[in-house]
């Protein structure tokens, strides 16, 4: 860094900026303002992402139980384990079922509540919130409203009170894998957190497509409805369909707060992050396994979004902060 | 509840424009649909609000039949688990979280920006390829670092790992592309330098994109919860998160008190939602597309 900075000192500065200020001294050196800007910012990405990340890589080839300073090389044995351990592999197995069903149903409902608040004349805003509001809520909470009373396995549940009016027995949703109700709650959970989110992009897409283009349907005698839906709104919206999705897949990638909370005292359902979580800060402490998921998970992510950028042509995705 | 609410909207979808669907099936639909995102937040009310007999009973009680308010206090007179205590380290954690992700990201996307430098474009590589690396994957390795570093259990290790978001300096350096030069141009003809014109010029005429940051980044920063699993291994340094999670696994179940703490921790970001939607939306709207 401070070979670039000296080298960069020697440079003239470039004649844009310089033509409209009359003086310069060394703080209006534009290769020192730019360190002074992105030093910071840098330096810590150095230490908190960079570091970390090479320190797992070197992690994953020592046996590291309970230690993080191992010395005992094992070449690729920890990922053997990793992959060769039905755990993990299950995780993955999770995770693409889980992304298979959340990822379009999200789609679908924050597409569909957006098409219909753009419809509203009156009360838009307070359905626009309706909606919206729950993207208040973090994953912990829901968990807990869903786990406690909605799902709760017991008879004063509230999805099984609504089933007793039917004459159904109480459904045991999330203690019992066979069969598989966990996944309506885990699925409902995030749907409710963050279909709203979702629908915000959707409803500034559509107020972006020129009104033009139905008027020029309406005179080419497309009916409005599923034809203008299918031949008009729908290509307007692909690019922040594709976002969305992207978007979607990258966040299921990383779902750990509702598993963790939903299904904590249970072996099944556990996606990626909380394998890792059980592998490396549970008993065993084992941060070589550990981390070799955690490179393996991330090659895996990157190859998904360097794939899936080349396909759609779109840029980089990243977690929906 | 799902499937409803999917048949429920894609019935609307395909009369976009008038048609098909009248205004009355229109906002029959979308009251079903909004009944159903209510539900939540009124079980959590109805349960805070009630006394566990009640919550437990045989019959589903609409309402409590005497709200008891007095709930209120009793997360906070709970000897298990400290939730005032709680409260309060997310609400610093939330706060120097979002003043510190602002400062550090924003200048450095205004440096990405603006100011020309031979290497900048290297510089901003190394920035976006951390971008292809959720933070949530290697939060082993970041323990692991934080760990040595002696942070566990403090608030610089809850805050500090997550101020260099390589995502929001790119959303800044995004937005101050944008920014209109002819501005800063003026400052530079006043005799300030770059430092001077981006507190005096810059900040000052970016403070929409800025509240929309912070707001996003509050909200994220609050409901946070694997890393404040992993930092927050004392009951002193839990988050309000990290409380809530230990409610749910507790050999004895208190209905009312667990759903009174999950309304108080709710509610700070109510707030923020009513009075900054603009921000937030707006927040959204930019920084979802262009993630």
Not at chain 1, 224 to 253: D, E, K, M
Not at chain 2, 71 to 96: C, H, K, M, R, Y
């Amino acid at each position: 860094m401070s070979t670039t900075t000296t080298r960069g000192l020697a440079r003239p500065a470039p004649a844009k900026s310089s033509g409209t200020r009359p003086r310069r001294g060394l703080r209006g050196n534009s290769t020192f303002n730019f360190w002074l800007f992105t030093g910071p910012f840098l330096i810590g990405l150095l230490i908190f992402v960079y570091v970390p990340i090479g320190w797992s890589i070197w992690l994953s080839f020592f046996e590291a139980r309970f230690t993080v300073t191992p010395d005992k090389f094992i070449g690729f044995d920890n990922y053997r384990q990793m992959l060769g351990n039905g755990n993990f592999t299950g995780s993955l197995l999770t995770f693409t079922v889980f992304a298979a069903i959340i990822v379009p149903t999200t789609w679908a409902l924050s597409l569909g509540l957006a098409l219909m608040v753009n419809r509203l004349r009156f009360m838009r805003a307070f359905f626009r919130s309706v909606f919206f509001l729950p993207t208040a809520c973090s994953y912990v909470a829901a968990s807990l409203i869903w786990k406690m009373s909605i799902f709760n396995g017991v008879r004063f549940g509230l999805a099984n009170t609504v089933l007793g009016w039917f004459g159904v027995e109480n459904i045991a949703w999330l203690a019992n894998p066979d069969p598989p109700w966990y996944w309506l709650v885990i699925v409902t959970a995030r749907l409710w957190l963050q279909s709203g989110f979702y629908m915000i992009l959707f409803l500034a897409a559509l107020q972006n497509i020129p009104d033009e283009l139905y008027e020029a349907a309406a005179i080419d005698g497309a009916k409005p409805g599923w034809q203008t839906f299918r031949y008009i709104t729908l290509p307007q919206l692909r690019a922040t369909s594709t976002a969305v999705i992207l978007l979607l897949l990258i966040a299921a990638y990383q779902a750990f707060d509702e598993f963790f909370n939903l299904l904590s005292k249970t072996t099944w359902g556990r996606p990626p992050l909380v394998e890792l979580y059980y592998t490396a800060l549970g008993d065993s402490q084992d941060y070589g396994a550990g981390s070799a998921g955690a490179v393996i998970l991330t090659l895996l992510i990157c190859a998904v979004t360097l794939l899936q950028g080349k396909i759609m042509g779109f840029g980089r995705g990243d977690e929906s902060k | 509840m799902t499937s409803k609410t999917v048949k429920a909207s894609s019935t609307a979808r395909g009369a976009r424009r008038g048609g098909v669907m009248s205004s009355t099936g229109l906002y029959i639909a979308i009251g079903v649909a909004a009944l159903l995102f209510l539900i939540p937040f009124y079980v959590l009310l109805r349960n805070a609000l009630s006394t566990d007999p009640e919550i437990t009973g045989e019959d589903w009680k609409l309402f409590p039949t005497d709200i008891q308010w007095g709930n209120i206090t009793e997360p906070f007179a709970d000897p298990t688990v400290d939730f005032g205590q709680a409260l309060w380290n997310s609400a610093v954690v939330g706060v120097l979280h979002t003043v510190g992700i602002l400062l550090v990201c924003s200048l450095a996307g205004y440096g990405l920006a603006r100011i020309p430098y031979k290497h900048a474009n290297k510089v901003f590589y190394a920035v976006l390829f951390t971008l292809m690396v959720p933070t949530a994957v290697t939060f082993v390795p970041s323990f692991v670092l934080v760990s040595s570093l002696g942070w566990v259990d403090s608030y610089r290790g809850l805050i500090i790992p997550g101020l260099f978001s390589g995502f929001t300096c790119f959303l800044f350096r995004q937005y101050f592309l944008g920014f209109p030069k002819e501005l800063e141009e003026a400052a530079r003809v006043d005799g300030l330098g770059y430092w001077g014109a981006y507190w005096r010029v810059v900040v000052p005429n970016s403070l929409n994109f800025f509240a929309a940051i912070a707001t996003i980044t509050f909200i994220n920063g609050w409901n946070a919860f694997l890393w404040p699993l992993v930092i927050g291994q004392d009951p002193s340094a839990w988050t309000v998160q990290v409380a809530l999670s230990s409610y749910m696994t507790n050999q004895t179940v208190n209905y009312h008190l667990i759903f009174m703490a999950t309304a108080i921790s709710i509610l700070p970001l109510v707030f923020v939602f009513l009075f900054l939607q603009r921000w937030l939306v707006q927040g959204i709207a930019q920084t979802g597309i262009k993630g």
